[in-house]
């Protein structure tokens, strides 16, 4: 887990009164910065980090994204998707398949060590998550997720 300073708190607790604290734009960048820090470290032992990660839970959700569908949902360039995929595939956690619905494409499937992993992953994001939130209840936890989403994929 990722730990603030005496001196960082101390900085953060000074500029908590400046009109960027209170800017959503900058509350979700910052939100997302953390959030990225801490999940990397406990992705680390894993041999994973967000984005990876990210791709290896779609790849093993049963939806055969293809690549271009990856980019189009994490928000990457498909050029930053080929080289996590590979890196995957590699270690022998995703695997291309022909699409079925366009043999001229590839889907993304996880292996069974994928799935294995994943499933690691996943409990250790689960635990970054629970420290996140720690101090929302479940209901503001769930209204905090909605609201996010709705955010996060307006169109």
Do not use: W
């Not at 590699?90 to 590839?106: C, F, I, M, N």
């Amino acid at each position: 887990m990722v730990s603030r300073t005496s001196t960082s708190t101390d900085t953060i607790d000074r500029f908590l009164t400046c009109e960027l604290a209170g800017e959503i734009e900058f509350l979700t960048a910052r939100a997302r910065a953390t959030g990225a820090a801490r999940a990397n470290k406990l992705l680390e032992p894993l041999g994973l980090k967000v984005r990876s990660y990210s791709v290896l839970s779609l790849s093993c959700s049963g939806l055969a994204p293809t690549q271009r569908e990856l980019a189009d949902f994490l928000s990457l360039d498909p050029s930053q998707i080929v080289p996590l995929v590979d890196q995957l595939e590699t270690l022998g956690l995703v695997e291309r398949r022909a699409d079925p619905q366009d043999r001229r494409s590839k889907v993304i499937a996880g292996t069974p060590a994928g799935h294995e992993l994943y499933r690691k992953a996943r409990r250790a994001t689960a635990q970054g998550e629970s420290v996140a939130l720690d101090q929302l209840n479940p209901a503001e936890q769930e209204t905090l997720r909605q609201l996010l989403a709705r955010v996060a994929f307006n169109p």
